[in-house]
């Protein structure tokens, strides 16, 4: 659970890679350091390089209070710090995960409301979150200012050591006994609370229900056994003196462990910490070490029920089963990395036994939550599916064992990934939080070397551990769960019963302070805020131009274009094209977006599509197909529409991996139609268990349907009709007329026509890199006749010129957007019925493009708007998890709200944020926070393999940018108010909006409403 909808608990860092150790660097700085050296109170306990990764890893430990510090020094300048305490609860009241929201509400030094979410408007952060684990919090960030550091780190440290925890903090944040209409002490008591709210919405999830119940049900002894982020039923159970007692159990510096990464300089984070935080403890026993999980002598089996999915495929299939085992303690690094290996082996992939056993033989639509090897807790373990498969297939492993070329594309994906310069996920929190040596986790290249060393030694030595820890493993739990269509209201039952109960104890005295509390919050919500106490950066300190990355443009197969950009990408070669779709028939367009999911799965050239996937896997880093909308920068109603094509590989593998596409483009086998449907149903499946964590997506999606040309396609493509129609298309019996369809769409898309190729790799790989992408390009496929687009009215949009000497005139790249000059913008309002307890709600305005004058002062409103005032409605008073405003690339400003306990005062809201806006109610230094926080995102560190993709995708030039970025220095009051009142004023612009949620008697009787 994190302070942020949809953010994934590993902990990530965006990184550029450097080519080599550069004299002086950061790393041999590092290295510099002794054993037993002494640094500001922390004494230094090992150094360690690990030249694969470009790192080296510093391990300390604070002398006066025991607690532990790790830092990766790394040529990079996007610095993250972190702190995280190991939290053990032994109930389901989500006391971890109600604190870990309380403690950032403000602190002895920065006493304001909210300091954290302040924060983000005074920095120029990249990263900022908080997040609770099952037996972990974590308080990360990183911001490439080195000023913005030590801003950050101050609020940080106070927030996490000196909190408020307000009574009235804990009351908004975690639950509360509350009016409906809090100013109304005749309407009934009802339950309220973000973290309330939260976790309702999160277990409409019932892949995030399942992954819960297994937990529990696997590891029973401790706390694994309870739901860290809280138990809806069980959350009411939590008063604020418990709060208060975990904080001082939890944390204190002796259950801590810093974590600091990038190129700023050790010495100072150290510090500051010892300085701010350190020196006022002394060091305690923490007692939260949990114990180890007893072992069972016998298997165990638990059924549990969930809500029914009113988008599966079969009403009559939902049941979910698994088959987990416990495995080995997680800080046994090379026995765990050992055992992923093992999973990927017999669940990844459609070469793996479980694959076929189980998707193939149509025992079930895809794989259920957490299938794989998981280290989340103190112990590994593996899930699979179905028992009697599972005791068949771990037999045959053990007899049989694993085909050598298999194992070795596991490892060559391994070392894509270490060379790859994109996220890198260090994922070193768990096993640390259980005194694992997380610096032995950074050195993989010592792991793979330790495995084929185990392997030449003892070729069964994969036998051997699927005989340990599977077929001689007594400590097995079968899980299964099934819908119960009265799910959803059994629960509401249990919580008006808790209700009930809650309000029955109260006396009359009580009821009484319940209501003057319910006021004095919404009071303390309303009073403005004195900032001052907290750090910030001014706009002077943004830097007033961008560094324009040097692109060189080329010809290839005589006419089709092609960008390369020199990066330093570590050996790694990364190829996208774009292909169009004008002159693909209309009735074929819905299923583009199947065809893209299926393209690269179901075999080519000599290839069946188990071979495909080894060889997918063996030379390359992996190959995608998405379909690809881009409106145009300036005009509303234009658009490109195509497919974009992605891979990566090793520089030694780029002639295999551009004679895959070759056999993609120019032989796919569309024959398998088994294959086709167990994909169909995979990827069904999977847009329908995306709906709890997208919501609020798809109704912006819907409202922003009819409001631009592009918008109809967004929805098609990625829409709520997206997954209707993979629904349909799934509970087909007679799946051939679809099938016949993508032999179509591959004679409009997979050929030469109207494509243009980017490369992103080393200066010393382009020649090669050239001539592969010319061979490709000769090889395709071209239309022996030109076919007309389908929709007539095309325009021909120039690319901008790039920075860098050209090979050619780069006015003669043109990309040819489709336009609609009769499109006529119209209002629709539309209520996806979900069995969901909380809404995900979408208002959407069209506004103006990239390039016109205004667009920069609406990017600037909205997220002015979201901190000064939809946060304070929608969250803080109004329940909701999240909720905001944002502009996007295509000029349509989106007002929405995640996991959201209202739906039609949520609307209302959205109008009073409006009138807010036209009114001018707000101060320079909060226009100032709000660029400040808009130039966070504009600056966010871009990766080698990413760099110069806004022009190749989206035709948007670094002059451009700069043009934007002066746009956005200049965006004043005035403007602001000007925007308001043109484009957010009633009947000014055309809205679209959309709820998915629970049944709404308001929208029910309402005929402008449109109820899917």
Known sequence: MSRFSGLPLSLCVRFQKSWRWKSGSVNERALQYKIGERIHGFTVNQVTAVPELFLTAVKLSHENTGAKYLHVAREDSNNLFSVQFRTTPLDSTGVPHILEHTVLCGSQKYPCRDPFFKMLNRSLS???????????????????????????????????????????????????????????????????????????????DNERLFSQHLQNKLLPDHTYAVISGGDPLSIPDLTWEQLKQFHATHYHPSNARFFTYGNFPLEQHLKQIHEEALTKFHRIEPNTAIPVQQLWDNPREHHVKCGSDSFATDPTKQTIISVSFLLTDITDTFETFTLNLLSSLLVGGPNSPFYKALLEASLGTDFSPDVGCMCASSWGCVCTHHKSILLKKKNLSQRKGFEEERIELLLHKIESRMKASSLSSFGTSSCWNHEGDPVE????????????????????????????????????????????????????????????????????????????????????????????????????DIAPTIPFTELEMAFAADEIPVQYCAQPTNGMVYFRAVSSLNTLPEELKPYVPLFCSVITKMGCGALGYR???????????????????????????????????????????????????????????????????????????????????SGHLYASVRASKTLTPAGELQEMFIGMDQV???KRIAEMSDIKPVLRKLPRIKKYLLNSDNMRCSVNATPQQMSQASKEIENFLKGITRSKKERKPVRPHVIESPEPVPVGRERLNCSQITRKLITEPTFKPCQMKTHFLLPFPVNYVGECI?????????????????????????????????????????????????????????????????????????????????????????????????????????????????????????????VSSDHLIDVANKYLAGGKSTHGLAVLGPENPHIAKDPSWVKR
């Open 126 to 204: 990249t990263f900022m979150n908080a997040f609770t684990a099952s037996d972990y919090t974590l308080y990360p960030f990183s911001t490439q200012n080195p000023k913005d550091f030590q801003n950050l780190l101050s609020v940080y440290l106070d927030a996490a050591f000196f909190p408020c925890l307000r009574q009235l903090d804990f009351w908004q944040e975690g639950w509360r006994l509350e009016h409906e209409n809090p100013t109304d002490p005749q309407t009934p008591l009802v339950f309220k609370g973000i973290v309330f709210n939260e976790m309702k919405g999160a277990f409409t």
């Open 846 to 970: 069209r506004t103006v493009p990239y390039t016109a004058p205004d667009y920069a002062s609406l990017q600037i409103l909205a997220r002015l708007m979201t901190a000064k005032f939809l946060h304070r409605e929608i969250r803080e008073k109004g329940g909701a998890y999240g909720g905001g405003a944002t502009l996007s690339h295509s000029g349509i400003f989106t007002f929405y709200s995640y996991r959201d306990p209202n739906s039609i005062s949520t609307f209302s809201t959205f109008e009073k944020a409006a009138e807010w806006a036209q009114s001018g109610e707000f101060a320079q230094q909060d226009i100032d926070e709000a660029k400040l926080a808009v130039f966070a995102a504009v600056d966010a560190p871009i990766a080698p393999s990413d760099k110069g993709m806004n022009h190749f995708l989206n035709g948007i030039s670094d002059e451009m940018k700069q043009r934007h970025r002066e746009q956005l220095f200049a």
């Open 611 to 693: 071979e495909q996937a080894q060889q997918i896997e063996l030379k390359t880093g992996g190959m995608s197909v998405s379909p690809h909308i881009i409106p145009d920068d300036s005009h509303l109603d234009a658009y490109e529409q195509g497919v974009l094509f992605s891979s990566l590989c090793l520089d030694r593998n780029l002639p295999d991996m551009m004679h895959l596409w070759s056999e993609i483009f120019n032989n796919p086998h569309f024959e398998e139609e088994e294959h086709f449907r167990v994909l169909v149903k995979m990827t069904a499946q999977e847009l329908s268990n995306g709906i709890p964590d």
């Open 724 to 726: 209707k129609l993979m």
């Open 441 to 540: 986790l950074l050195k993989i290249a010592d792991k793979v070397t330790q495995f084929r060393q185990h392997l030449k030694e003892n070729p069964t030595f994969l036998q051997e551990k699927v005989k340990q820890y599977f077929k001689d493993n007594p400590h097995r739990l079968t899980l299964s769960m099934s819908p119960d269509e009265s799910y959803y209201e059994k629960q509401a039952k249990l919580e008006a019963e808790k209700l009930k109960q809650k309000v029955n104890t109260l006396s009359e005295e009580e009821k009484k302070q319940t209501y003057e509390k319910g006021l004095e919050l919404i009071a303390l919500q309303s009073k403005p805020q004195d900032t001052s106490c907290l750090p910030a950066l001014k706009v002077s």
